[in-house]
């Protein structure tokens, strides 16, 4: 069984985890079986943007990397505190950790904003959020980032995006990573992708 954590901030974007759960969860029971998703997040409660609040299964201080096999983080928003838990030592270190072991990291919109500030973007190619009137990409290439103007960018074993829109996207990208292609066309077909 290949383990997923999803890494969460307070004050994320239930939408862009929501993704990431369902994906693995459909594969879990419809698609190879080979997948299991285990939320994490600094606090035994959390807030998303809009108030829904989440109990993740484990608290970051449990996490021990060696047990996962890839790291999955949605964005937040900023007036929701999103950068406070997204730019902590502790948060950061899990991501320093599964980039050291080359394992697969997938991040949706302003989540590669927590990639950057821990170092592991240096020089690499990555996105964020795009809208005109956004300072995000900016943010993001003050972290030494290559930032590019796509939708999502896979750079070596880290994919990027660009908004909320390219949830599904970013999470049918990390399957197929972990699984293969056949597989993810047959879970996109039964969740009527196709």
């Known amino acids: 069984m290949k383990k997923i954590l999803l890494l969460l901030a307070n004050g994320f974007e239930a939408v862009e985890a929501s993704v990431f759960t369902d994906v693995f969860g459909w594969n879990k029971f419809e698609g190879d079986g080979t997948t299991e998703l285990i939320t994490a997040g600094l606090h035994p409660k959390l807030t998303c943007t809009w108030n829904f609040t989440v109990i993740p299964e ?16 949605p964005g937040g928003f900023e007036e929701a505190n999103f950068y406070e838990d997204a730019y902590d030592e ?38 964020t959020y795009n809208h005109p009137t956004s300072i995000r990409r900016a943010q993001l ?14 750079d070596h074993n880290i994919i990027t995006s660009s908004n909320p829109s390219t949830g599904f996207d970013v999470a049918f990208l990390l399957l197929e990573k972990l699984t293969s292609l056949e597989n993810v066309q047959q879970v996109k077909n039964l969740m009527g992708f196709n």
């Open 58 to 73: 484990m608290l970051v201080s449990d996490i021990n990397v060696k047990e996962f096999d890839a790291l999955a983080i």
């Open 90 to 127: 502790r948060f950061l270190q899990v991501i320093r950790e599964f980039h050291e072991a080359g394992k697969p990291i997938a991040s949706v919109c302003v989540a590669a904003l927590s990639l950057g500030k821990s170092g592991i973007l240096e020089g690499e190619k990555a996105t």
């Open 141 to 154: 290439r003050e972290f030494g980032v290559l930032v590019q103007d796509d939708y999502i960018v896979v």
